[in-house]
């Protein structure tokens, strides 16, 4: 008979780094109770608790601030594994826009750090305060700001990571300017704890801009709002973000919250050139009220019990958000008019043959689709990225390398 994982944990690490048992429902991933959650506060904790697993026959999913711990069930025994005594600030450079931290630094904590001196990190995902520096790098989850300002891939400079083996690679740097070759910090950003557990990152900063304004549009619908969201997609000006709303900000109705930055001319400049005709029935915010707006815009239909991603290119965004409403009774849509992505959050339980058309629909288009949140029930008949073909055969070959024993997050990118 095995020994359970709670035990082996418990005789390795100190009692300040172990959850108690309790506390385990809290940890769920994918539906799955964990036998254990460990908090360890090193490089050699960690190693230590992966060596265990191996011996042990179960596995570690790392987890930062459980903002988007993903659909997929663990396959087997498993410990979660939290990164939140890991938060140190470890170097801030701020004349040459970089920081470095650990990974359970919060968003939160290092944009307080960071607004002191004018600077932010752009990045948007579903509830960001609370997602941790190791979690934004695990999942490389991209909001609306991603087309203005890049993703969390183009963001982190250098990484050090703890591999499923126990080896400790310290990729990439702190500056922009790195020694050409393959890119394994790119490689690590999304893959979501399936090849190491990251420990620390730094990251390219940017000044925080002048002003920052919210220009909100509404209609009945989100049809009356197409045409305005194509007139933004194709000006001579690029807003920092434009996203198609249902339910508006109000709750009611629908919305297109465009995201304008710069000195205060050149943004009633730019608001005039995105919008035309339209811009006498738009409606502005600054300051709190609009970073309040940002903020709903940005969790808007992230927490339903079923989270679908669907993608394609901008200019089909018609066809995309009719094959949603096709396919299944929408609760909340946030659609980025700039990059194609829309997010859809359903209330009502799920028919997986419409969301097998709608999958097919999107793919037709030359897009994707993907659960971001969903039973498991759901998951045993859709899987959460569809069949991977020769990627899913590139991505077995590459976790062959990084985590020989098959110990880090089982179950994930396998549905």
């Known amino acids: 008979m095995s020994t359970s994982a709670g035990v082996a944990m418990a005789g390795l690490l100190p009692a300040e780094a172990l959850r108690g048992p309790g506390e385990l429902e809290g940890w ?5 109770r964990p036998e254990a959650v460990v908090e360890p506060s090193s490089v050699d904790e960690i190693r230590a608790v992966l060596a265990a697993a191996a011996s042990g026959g179960f596995a570690v999913v790392p987890l930062g601030g459980r903002t988007d711990p993903g659909p997929e069930s663990p396959r087997g025994r498993f410990v979660v594994l939290s990164t939140r005594r890991l938060a140190g600030v470890e170097d801030y450079q701020p004349a040459d826009l970089t920081v470095a931290a650990s990974a359970g630094a919060t968003l939160a904590t290092l944009g307080a750090m960071l607004a002191e001196r004018a600077q932010w990190l752009p990045v948007d995902p579903p509830y960001a305060p609370e997602k941790t520096l190791g979690g934004l790098v695990a999942t490389g989850s991209a909001g609306s700001l991603g087309m203005a300002y890049g993703t969390p891939r183009d963001h982190v400079l250098g990484l050090s990571v703890v591999t ?6 310290h990729l ?8 050409a070759g393959f890119d394994l910090v790119k490689l690590m950003v999304g893959s979501r704890g399936t090849l190491g557990i990251v420990v620390s990152a730094s990251l390219r900063l940017f000044p925080r801009p002048v002003e920052d304004r919210a220009v909100i549009l509404e209609g009945d619908g989100l049809g009356a709002l197409l045409e ?3 007139r933004v997609t194709t000006a001579s000006v690029v807003p920092a973000s434009a996203v198609l709303l249902s339910p508006g900000p109000a709750g009611v109705g629908s919305a297109l919250l465009i995201r304008v930055q710069g000195a ?14 339209s811009v006498d029935m738009a409606r502005s915010q600054q300051g709190s009220e609009a970073q309040r707006t940002f903020e709903t815009a940005r969790d808007h239909a992230a927490r339903h019990p079923l989270v ?3 993608f394609a290119l901008p200019g089909l965004l018609p066809e995309v958000l009719s094959a949603v409403h096709d396919a299944a009774p929408v609760a909340a849509l946030a659609a980025d008019v700039m990059s194609g992505r829309v997010r859809v959050g359903v209330e009502a339980s799920a028919d997986v043959v419409a969301l097998e058309r709608l999958r097919a629909r999107l793919e037709a288009l030359g897009g994707s689709l993907v659960v971001e949140r969903g039973a498991p029930e759901l998951l045993a008949g859709f899987p959460t990225y569809g069949p991977g073909g020769k990627r899913a055969a ?8 990084f985590d020989p024993g098959g110990v880090l997050s089982t179950g994930r990118f396998e549905t």
């Not at 990439?172 to 020694?179: L, P, S, T």
């Open 308 to 310: 679908l991603r669907g």
């Open 164 to 169: 499923g083996d126990g080896r400790v690679l």
């Open 28 to 32: 769920t991933v994918g539906g799955a």
């Open 264 to 277: 205060s001319a050149a943004v009633e400049a730019d608001v005039a050139k995105l919008l035309g005709r």
């Open 228 to 230: 305005a969201a194509r």
């Open 394 to 401: 590139l991505g077995r070959a590459l976790r062959a390398r």
């Open 172 to 179: 990439g740097g702190r500056v922009m300017k790195n020694v």
